[in-house]
T-cell receptor, first 114, second 113 residues
Framework: NAGVTQTPKFQVLKTGQSMTLQCAQD?????MYWYRQDPGMGLRLIYY???????DKGEVPNGYNVSRLNKREFSLRLESAAPSQTSVYFC?????????????FGQGTRLTVV | AQTVTQSQPEMSVQEAETVTLSCTYD???????LFWYKQPPSRQMILVIR??????QNATENRFSVNFQKAAKSFSLKISDSQLGDTAMYFC??????????FGTGTSLTVIP
């Protein structure tokens, strides 16, 4: 079972460069999320998509954009990378049906902006 | 906004012993879900256990159990018979009625042989 797949796993960018983090899930989940993880700060929500065709801002959306391409895919774009965006990024998905609440996570993308 | 507090940045336990990780949260809601996630060095986030706020009975999953005190807004995780594979970062998470997850800052647990 693939679950949630993120690409790439590692990336180094120069300040000002752009890139897109890809995420795909094969569990037919409606909701998808992007988090960033920083030391001492846990996971913070960047953007989420409750269902195909909808996206909403989370706690730390500045500097990011997202696209819910279809039910399976949810991408995160950095238009002009900044050193403050150096972090580990996680994509997650979940089904909000009765009795199933847990989020399934990808393996993360370690992004370094120099 | 909801907040989740894990006041123990680091903890250690001897193999085969029991350890308890603490978590408190702040909310005005009555119906919600609570979770503990484990993140080993591989970075993969793994669900350990979950608790529905409307259930008074504490959740248990093999060696993992919780002490859920709704009035005190406390949700601690007890790991019994600790194993080396339990070494990981543990995150407490709260889900509100808007279906948003809020994570604590994590507790790094080391199991000592």
């Amino acid at each position: 079972n693939a679950g949630v797949t993120q690409t790439p796993k590692f990336q180094v960018l120069k300040t000002g460069q752009s890139m897109t983090l890809q995420c795909a899930q094969d569990m037919n989940h409606n909701s998808m999320y992007w988090y960033r993880q920083d030391p001492g700060m846990g996971l913070r929500l960047i953007y989420y998509s409750a269902s195909e065709g909808t996206t909403d801002k989370g706690e730390v959306p500045n500097g990011y954009n997202v696209s819910r391409l279809n039910k399976r895919e949810f991408s995160l774009r950095l238009e002009s990378a900044a050193p403050s965006q150096t972090s580990v990024y996680f994509c997650a998905s979940r089904d909000l049906g009765q009795g199933v609440r847990e989020a399934f996570f990808g393996q993360g993308t370690r992004l370094t902006v120099v | 906004a909801q907040t989740v507090t894990q006041s123990q940045p680091e903890m250690s336990v001897q193999e085969a012993e029991t350890v308890t990780l603490s978590c408190t949260y702040d909310t005005s809601e009555n119906n919600y879900y609570l979770f503990w996630y484990k993140q080993p060095p591989s970075r993969q986030m793994i669900l350990v256990i979950r608790q529905e706020a409307y259930k008074q009975q504490n959740a248990t999953e093999n060696r993992f159990s919780v002490n859920f005190q709704k009035a005190a807004k406390s949700f601690s995780l007890k790991i019994s018979d600790s194993q080396l594979g339990d070494t990981a970062m543990y995150f407490c998470a709260f889900e509100d009625t808007g279906n948003q997850f809020y994570f604590g800052t994590g507790t790094s647990l080391t199991v000592i042989p």
